[in-house]
């Protein structure tokens, strides 16, 4: 079992109110599966996705990641489980504005002390992978909103992590531009990746295998598509 | 704290970048590092300067000698100068007194000084400092006859009309002429110059080379008895210079009938004491270094602080996706440390050029040999370390103990 969440509860103080968001949440999923998390706004869905992605420890209940126990473990340990077992793709890119296309992909390998001279290789790599080939120079201001999503899809898998997780991936893209996104993760998929996605698109989520609908901080529907 | 070179690597790059985009701002911040630095190193430079210059200054005065003279070569209030402008001259038969009853003393040497005009063929020198001494003046002076020599105890008993003269006066009087065995007028009356003395340089300003030596016999013939001596004395040792002293003083008194209840009426100086005086004054300097300097660089050092915070501000969703991707926190730890090191090291390396060209422009223009050496880069890669490190580890660390999300959410 790639992912285990048991009886989760994220609750967030703000000044004397404590907020539930997420409620109790027991999820598994397995290797290779593509999932697409749904619900409601603020119903906890990038809660989950931070949680699931380690970016971020749960206030109760256990989370195992490739069967090792991540729910207590402090900064810097996440840190390196997220530089080998994660990779993300925001719905904003989050790409460094000032490096190339080459260099954005080629940090989680900096991070994890690839040497440099494999490092480039693996980058573009990545980066052909994604269709980029000829903008691996280009800062993030120089390239579309797609180009874009692409370049950081590459850094997400640059590092072969066991999941890629996307929270509304293209919530920021138009329609064909988000279909070829959606393209590049149905590829993924096939290559053997695990892919976690959230969104609030019936025909995005169309693309996954198994849609976990959330409401409350509660897993209201959890079915294969 | 292990960083590895890629890491290293990156932290450079992300300092390069981020100063690359923001130089000006980088230029103002290091303003008070570079003042500093500037501050700093030009105090060290002229005290260094001023020590291998004052110590090659009073060393033709050496360290065994001790000087009876009417007045103290320091005089630091006037209620002083009119107590002591008041004393009687000192005499020749005080100086033999003490030439006769000392026992510590190596040599004796009377010195009576004026200035004359000074004359040879059509050429023609004012206000030559004129000696009159003994032929122990070698001793106590240092000053060897380069050509030539010096007068002898005869020249002096008989009072003969005969000089040795300084390394200026034989170029400037003789030009290219071999001056010994020459006759010049000194004052109006004609000597026979015996010698030249090695060059001896200046002390504090003014030139030991425009004299002439005579026997102090012949001095007091012709320039007239009323002056006081100055006593030279040179101890028969280093140790005995404190002995000596005392001795001289009881002489002293005795030579000049003065009570039990009385004040000396003279002063017995040594070059010691121009040394004291000498170290208050870069003691002074010192503490106006240290005061100064510390100021600067830590109102620099605040600047640098100031300006990280704002970095890290500006680049919390930086870090934020730094972090997503596995930075740790050393990693975003070191990568502020690196830059604000190098705006430290910006401010030092612009400070310590300029410091250079001031220092060079001195040596230009003044005396002082303002000393800059090596050390001036170990100077350097501390402070921008120190600085670097001390004010930029705040901002750096509040980076690294970042919330990841809360810096990925940041507007
Ligand atoms: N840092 C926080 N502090 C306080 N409350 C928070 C914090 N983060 C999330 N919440 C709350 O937790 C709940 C779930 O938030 P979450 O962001 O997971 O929703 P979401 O499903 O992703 O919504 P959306 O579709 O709008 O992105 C919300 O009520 C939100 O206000
Ligand atoms: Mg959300």
Request: glycine content about 10%; charged content about 25%; hydrophobic content about 40%.
């Given at each position: 079992?790639?992912?285990e969440?048991?009886?989760?509860v994220?609750d ?33 869905k990038?809660?989950?996705?931070n ?5 971020d420890?749960?206030t109760?209940g256990?989370y ?8 207590h473990?402090d ?8 530089n080998?077992e994660?990779?993300f793709?925001?719905?904003?890119f989050?790409?460094?504005?000032r490096?190339s296309a080459?260099?954005?992909v080629?940090?989680?390998l ?9 490092r ?7 980066l052909?992978?994604v ?8 800062r ?6 797609g ?8 850094r ?6 066991s ?7 293209t ?8 279909d070829?996104i959606m393209?590049l993760?149905e ?24 849609i976990?609908?959330?409401r ?5 529907r959890?079915?294969?598509? | ?13 992300i ?6 985009a923001?130089?000006l701002r980088?230029?103002l911040?290091?303003?008070?590092i570079?003042?500093g ?16 210059y004052?110590?090659e ?12 003279s ?6 630091t ?7 002591v402008?008041?004393?009687?001259r000192?005499?020749?038969n ?5 030439q ?23 050429e023609s020198l ?8 003994t032929?122990d003046y070698?001793a106590?002076?240092?000053s ?18 005969v000089c ?11 030009r290219?002429?071999n001056p010994v ?6 004052g ?12 001896r340089?200046q ?6 080379d ?6 102090y ?10 002056r ?7 101890a028969g ?18 030579a000049?009938?003065?009570g039990?209840?009385q ?8 070059q010691s004491?121009?040394?004291?005086v000498?170290?208050?004054l870069?003691?002074?300097?010192w503490?106006?270094l240290i005061?100064?300097g ?7 050092g ?10 890290v501000?500006?680049?919390t ?11 740790k ?5 070191w990568?502020f ?7 430290s090291?910006?401010?030092v390396?612009?400070?310590?050029l300029?410091?250079i ?9 003044s ?5 800059l050496?090596?050390w ?6 501390g ?12 901002p ?12 990925l959410r940041?507007?």
């Amino acid at each position: 079992m790639l992912i285990e969440l048991q009886g989760i509860v994220k609750d967030y103080r703000l000044g004397l109110e404590i907020v539930h968001a997420l409620n109790g949440i027991d999820i598994r999923i397995d290797q290779n599966e593509y999932v697409a998390i749904m619900g409601p706004s603020g119903s906890g869905k990038s809660t989950l996705m931070n949680l699931i992605g380690c970016l971020d420890t749960p206030t109760e209940g256990t989370y195992f990641l490739n069967g090792s126990n991540v729910s207590h473990m402090d900064d810097d340990q996440l840190a390196e489980i997220r530089n080998r077992e994660i990779g993300f793709v925001f719905q904003n890119f989050n790409l460094l504005p000032r490096a190339s296309a080459l260099h954005n992909v080629e940090l989680p390998l900096i991070y994890n002390g690839t040497p440099a001279s494999q490092r480039r290789d693996l980058a573009e790599e990545a980066l052909i992978k994604v269709g980029l080939k000829d903008r691996m120079g280009h800062r993030p201001n120089e390239l579309s909103g797609g180009q874009r999503q692409r370049v950081a899809v590459a850094r997400a898998l640059v590092n072969k992590p066991s999941i890629i997780l996307a929270d509304e991936p293209t919530g920021n893209l138009d329609t064909r531009t988000g279909d070829e996104i959606m393209d590049l993760f149905e590829d993924l998929h096939d290559g053997g990746n695990t892919i976690i996605l959230v969104t609030h698109e019936e025909y995005i989520a169309e693309h996954s295998d198994r849609i976990i609908r959330l409401r409350d901080g509660r897993v209201e529907r959890d079915e294969s598509n | 704290m292990v960083i590895s070179w890629s890491e290293l690597g990156e932290g450079l790059r992300i300092a390069l970048n981020s100063l690359k985009a923001n130089r000006l701002r980088t230029v103002l911040t290091t303003l008070g590092i570079l003042i500093g630095v500037i501050v700093v190193t030009v105090i060290i430079a002229v005290i260094q300067g001023l020590n291998v210059y004052v110590s090659e200054e009073l060393s033709s005065l050496g360290t065994d000698n001790v000087y009876i003279s009417r007045y103290p070569w320091m005089i630091t209030s006037y209620e002083e100068w009119l107590r002591v402008s008041k004393r009687k001259r000192i005499t020749e038969n005080q100086f033999r007194f003490i030439q006769k009853h000392s026992r510590h003393a190596g040599v004796v040497v009377p010195e009576i000084v004026t200035r004359r005009t000074s004359r040879y063929r059509n050429e023609s020198l004012d206000r030559v400092q004129i000696i009159g001494t003994t032929e122990d003046y070698i001793a106590t002076s240092n000053s060897l006859p380069e050509m030539g020599r010096f007068f002898g105890e005869t020249d002096v008993g008989v009072r003969r009309a005969v000089c040795v003269i300084g390394r200026e006066v034989a170029d400037r009087l003789f030009r290219n002429e071999n001056p010994v065995g020459r006759r010049m007028k000194i004052g109006g009356h004609s000597f026979l110059v015996l010698g030249v003395l090695e060059k001896r340089g200046q002390m504090f300003g003014h030139s030991m080379d425009n004299n002439a030596i005579i026997p102090y016999s012949t001095f007091e013939k012709l320039f007239g008895r009323h002056r006081s001596f100055e006593i030279q004395v040179k101890a028969g040792g280093a140790e005995f210079v404190d002995a000596l002293r005392d001795e001289l003083e009881g002489l002293m008194r005795r030579a000049r009938g003065l009570g039990a209840g009385q004040e000396n009426d003279f002063s017995i100086n040594q070059q010691s004491q121009l040394m004291e005086v000498y170290n208050n004054l870069t003691r002074v300097l010192w503490i106006v270094l240290i005061g100064i300097g510390s100021i600067a660089l830590l109102v620099g050092g605040i600047g640098i602080m100031n300006i990280m915070l704002v970095s890290v501000t500006e680049r919390t969703r930086e870090i934020g996706v730094r972090k997503a991707i596995g930075a740790k926190r050393r990693i975003i730890l070191w990568q502020f440390l690196v830059e604000s090191m190098f705006i430290s090291g910006i401010g030092v390396t612009i400070g310590l050029l300029i410091s250079i060209g001031i220092a060079l422009f001195v040596k230009q223009v003044s005396p002082l040999p303002v000393h800059l050496s090596t050390w001036i880069i170990f100077l350097g890669i501390g402070f921008t370390v120190a600085i670097g490190m001390f004010f930029g580890l705040y901002p750096a660390s509040k980076a690294a103990r970042l919330d990841p999300i809360e810096a990925l959410r940041y507007e």
